[in-house]
């Protein structure tokens, strides 16, 4: 079996600072392999809080996309929780190097990351890496301020990709297609503004959808913009567009993939 349970689908400085959406970032259930993805601020709260619970000391690893305080704020609580204060090692850390790196303003702290056995720097076109039943491995770099990468999942019962913040480019199209993702998900935080921003909008949403063909796409991370003009909504409008199933999160939600 295959879960998704979105902690928290808010993006953007705003929605994160006001916590209209949360800001938990995903736990990704794969064939008894446990882990969860971007815990920004609030992830550790929002764990607990799931019905049942994510109960971090059954974490297999902690996987960043980027350092972005919005996708990492609660990584060193969660690693703490994950390996029971320190007194019980366990688990896998997966992040880009500048997440880690001590000279690059990093935000693992380097007491918690001793607690971590494992450790993968995630690069561009990364992996394989193995996590229980799971099977990782990194997209190409990504444009956004820092380094920033797209992760693959694979387990025998599904594979889900998973696409962060980043401008719209035509490279993100075929890397995600060569992976025939059974499920999508996309940081979808803005709509349809002028602004200049390494982000994706509700546009480019559809024309990765039309490009990559997952059997399932779900946008998630939104901001302000997106949340005005419901999500909900906008998934229904790409699904008629493209003929590809099309849902948006929300907080609390568990999707089960197969």
């Not at 190409?140 to 920033?148: D, F, Q, T």
């Not at 979808?188 to 063909?213: K, P």
Request: proline residues 6%; charged residues 20%.
């Amino acid at each position: 079996m295959v879960r998704l349970r979105f902690l928290g689908t808010g993006g953007a400085r705003w929605v994160v600072a006001k916590q209209i959406r949360s800001s938990g970032g995903f736990w990704l259930q794969a064939d008894g392999t446990n882990i969860h993805v971007d815990p920004g601020p609030g992830a550790l709260v929002r764990a607990w809080a799931q019905v049942p619970p994510c109960d971090p000391a059954s974490l297999d690893a902690i996987v960043l996309s980027h350092k972005h305080l919005d996708h990492s704020g609660d990584v060193n609580a969660m690693i703490e929780a994950m390996c029971q204060g320190g007194w019980r090692p366990r688990g896998a850390l997966c992040a880009p190097l500048d997440a880690l790196d001590e000279t690059m303003q990093p935000v693992v702290l380097p007491y918690a990351r001793r607690f971590v056995p494992r450790e993968w720097i995630v690069a561009a076109n990364g992996g394989p890496f193995a996590v229980g039943a799971v099977e990782l491995r990194a997209s190409l770099r990504l444009e956004h301020p820092v380094e920033a990468y797209g992760l693959h999942f694979r387990s025998a019962s599904a594979a889900v990709s998973y696409l962060p913040c980043t401008r719209y480019f035509d490279g993100i199209v075929a890397d995600y297609r060569a992976h025939a993702p059974d499920v999508l998900v996309m940081n979808v935080l803005r709509y349809r503004d002028s602004m200049d921003v390494d982000h994706l909008t509700y546009d480019d949403a559809r024309t990765l959808i039309e490009g990559i063909r997952p059997g399932v796409a779900i946008m998630s991370h939104f901001g302000t913009r997106m949340l005005e003009r419901d999500p909900k909504r906008l998934a229904y409008e790409l699904e008629d567009a493209t003929g590809i199933k099309t849902l948006a999160a929300y907080d609390g939600w568990a999707y089960d993939v197969a």
